[in-house]
C-alpha cells in the first residue's frame, strides 16, 4: 500500500494521521490493494470522502483498553457518510528512539492520549513522563527530526521504519488483548439484503422527554430478541439537557423482528439516524 496525491479516487482510503499510524496499519489489513491518504484530523479524512477525494475513510471507533475514541460519536451522525464495515487491529506499541539513543538516558516520551493511556503503568514503571501528542505516528516523525535522545516515543513498528528510529522496545501495552476497533466509512449505504453472513446495524437516537423514555425506547429489542452489542450515550451539545444514544445491534431491518424493534424505538425516539449496516468482523488475533 502506498500513498498518492495522483491516485484515481476508487483507490483511496483516507485516515487520520501520520503514515505508519495504525490506521494507515489497518488500512493495509482491510484494503490491501488501496492506497492511502493521510489527514490531519477525523473531520479532515471524513471531508476528504465526502469531497470525493477517498472513496473510504478508515476511522477508529474504540479501544480494548482505553475505551472510545473522543468526538467520534459526534462526528459520524452528521458527516453524511455511512458505515460499511468494521476492521479490528491488534494494538501492539513499540518504544521508539532515535538510532544513538540509549533507554538509560529516555526522561519522557510522546504518543497520542490513547496510547499513553494503553501504557500508562509500563510508563510509570520505567519512570518516564508522557507527553500528549496529536497521533502516535506524528510523535514519531516529529522525534526522528529532533535532536533529543532523551525523549521516544509510542507508536507501531511500522513507524520505526517509515522514519528511521530505533525500537526500544515491543509489546509496551499494559494489556495482551489490546485492540482497537475501526469504522470504514464511504457515502454509499449499503443494501442490508445484499449481504451475506451475520450483519450488524449502528445507529444513534435522542429520547423524547418523557418519564422511562429510555426504557420505552429500548423495550422492543428485547422483546423482539434483538441482540443489543453496544450501547453508549453522549451529549451532542454542551447543555446536558439531551441525550444521544450510540447502538450497534445484531441484524438488520430487512429481518422481521429487527424491523419491529426499530419501529417501537421510532415511536418512542425523537431521532433516529441509521449510520449502516454491514458484515460483522471478529475480532481476531486477540492474545
Do not use: W
Not at 442490508?192 to 445507529?203: H, I, Q, V
Not at 423482539?224 to 450515550?233: C, Q
Amino acid at each position: 500500500m502506498q500513498t498518492s496525491m495522483h491516485k484515481d479516487v476508487d483507490t483511496l482510503i483516507a485516515f487520520q494521521g501520520e503514515l505508519g499510524a495504525y490506521s494507515h496499519m489497518a488500512c493495509h489489513a482491510k484494503f490491501p490493494d488501496m492506497d492511502v491518504l493521510p489527514c490531519p484530523s477525523f473531520d479532515d479524512a471524513l471531508a476528504a470522502v465526502v469531497k470525493g477525494a477517498a472513496k473510504y475513510a478508515m476511522i477508529p471507533i474504540e479501544n480494548s483498553t482505553a475505551g472510545r475514541v473522543a468526538d467520534i460519536h459526534m462526528l459520524l451522525p452528521g458527516s453524511g457518510l455511512f458505515i460499511i464495515g468494521e476492521h479490528f487491529e491488534v494494538i501492539r506499541h513499540c518504544l521508539l528512539a532515535r538510532k544513538n539513543a540509549e533507554e538509560k538516558d529516555l526522561t519522557s516520551v510522546k504518543s497520542h492520549v490513547q496510547a499513553l493511556g494503553q501504557c500508562r503503568k509500563t510508563l510509570r514503571g520505567m519512570n518516564l513522563t508522557p507527553l500528549p501528542f496529536a497521533d502516535t505516528a506524528g510523535a514519531a516523525k516529529h522525534l526522528s527530526e529532533s535532536g533529543y535522545n532523551n525523549v521516544a516515543a509510542i507508536a507501531s513498528e511500522l513507524a520505526a521504519d517509515v522514519y528511521d528510529l530505533k525500537v526500544i522496545r515491543k509489546d509496551l501495552q499494559d494489556e495482551g488483548h489490546n485492540t482497537t476497533r475501526f469504522v470504514v466509512l464511504s457515502k454509499q449505504q449499503l443494501d442490508a439484503n445484499t449481504l451475506t453472513g451475520r450483519t450488524m446495524t449502528s445507529f444513534t437516537f435522542e429520547v423524547r422527554n418523557i418519564p422511562a423514555a429510555l426504557y420505552k425506547a429500548l423495550g422492543g429489542f428485547a422483546t423482539n430478541g434483538v441482540n443489543m452489542t453496544k450501547l453508549e450515550s453522549y451529549y451532542e451539545s454542551d447543555s446536558f439537557m439531551a441525550s444521544e444514544f450510540y447502538v450497534d445491534i445484531e441484524g438488520h431491518e430487512g429481518e422481521a423482528h429487527v424491523a419491529r424493534a426499530m419501529e417501537e424505538l421510532r415511536f418512542h425516539a425523537k431521532r433516529v439516524r441509521i449510520l449502516g449496516t454491514y458484515v460483522q468482523e471478529r475480532a481476531r488475533n486477540i492474545r
